[in-house]
């Protein structure tokens, strides 16, 4: 059986920053890639950043500048650095993990940007 753990989230300010990590555990291994999506009201979920296990990382425009994916292969564990967070930041971010032959999902942590 597999766990997907996602903690972090919360309410903060326009211009704030937030940490949110993800961390795999039971049955897993040989980890390909991790990511993380995000869906806000009314919308379909999206992704965010994505990083592969040689470390290489790619993002959405939107995000660019503003957010940072990172992992630790040994801890199953990956991170998203987010600065300078705006209103139209605010959803549920969702992590991805995939370890063929299937990807698995964790709950979903809220992040919400006001003031």
């Known amino acids: 059986q597999v766990q997907i753990v996602e903690s972090g989230g919360g309410l903060v300010q326009p211009g704030g920053s937030l940490r949110l990590s993800c961390t795999a555990s039971?049955?897993?291994?040989?980890?390909?890639?991790m990511a993380w999506y995000r869906q806000a009201p009314g919308k379909q979920r999206a992704l965010v950043a994505i990083i592969n296990s040689g470390g290489t990382t790619n993002y959405a425009d939107s995000v660019k500048g503003r957010f940072t994916i990172s992992r630790d292969g040994a801890k199953n564990t990956m991170y998203l650095q987010m600065n300078s967070l705006k209103p139209e930041d605010t959803a549920v971010y969702y992590c991805?993990?995939?370890?063929?032959?299937?990807?698995?999902w964790g709950q979903g942590t809220q992040v919400t940007v006001s003031s």
């Open positions: 991805k993990v995939v370890s063929p032959p299937q990807p698995y």
């Open positions: 039971g049955s897993i291994s040989n980890i390909q890639l």
